[in-house]
């Protein structure tokens, strides 16, 4: 079984930054973030294979990086140019895939964005 804790969230102001975590309790494959805001559907955020490709939704390319630290078993989420459309829960997900990633039904507890105006 698969545990993952996200760490980092809180409260900015628009046009600051926030770095999320996601501890794993093994080792790393495919990794993906999610985020849900109030009334509206998770949506896939941005995602990092085994091989270290990555993507984003357009919402946040330019903006967000994701990245790993495989001798940490960790993943990041770099925000910045945090918009107030940018709050939400934001949840991590263990996946599978070395070039294309495909989540599995491993989710963190999630952590709370909130970008004020």
């Known amino acids: 079984q698969v545990q993952l804790v996200e760490s980092g969230g809180g409260l900015v102001q628009a046009g600051g930054s926030l770095r999320l975590s996601c501890a794993t309790s093994g080792s790393i494959n495919a990794m993906g973030w999610y985020r849900q805001a109030p009334g509206k559907q998770r949506e896939l955020v941005a995602t990092?294979?085994?091989?270290?490709?990555?993507n984003y939704a357009d919402s946040v390319k330019g903006r967000f990086t994701i990245s790993r630290d495989n001798a940490k078993n960790t993943v990041y989420l770099q925000m910045n140019s945090l918009k107030p459309e940018d709050t939400a829960v934001y949840y991590c997900?263990?996946?599978?895939?070395?070039?294309?990633?495909?989540?599995?039904?491993?989710w963190g507890q999630g952590t709370q964005v909130t970008v004020s105006s």
């Open positions: 990092i294979t085994g091989n270290g490709y990555t």
């Open positions: 997900n263990a996946g599978l895939g070395n070039d294309y990633y495909t989540p599995l039904n491993y």
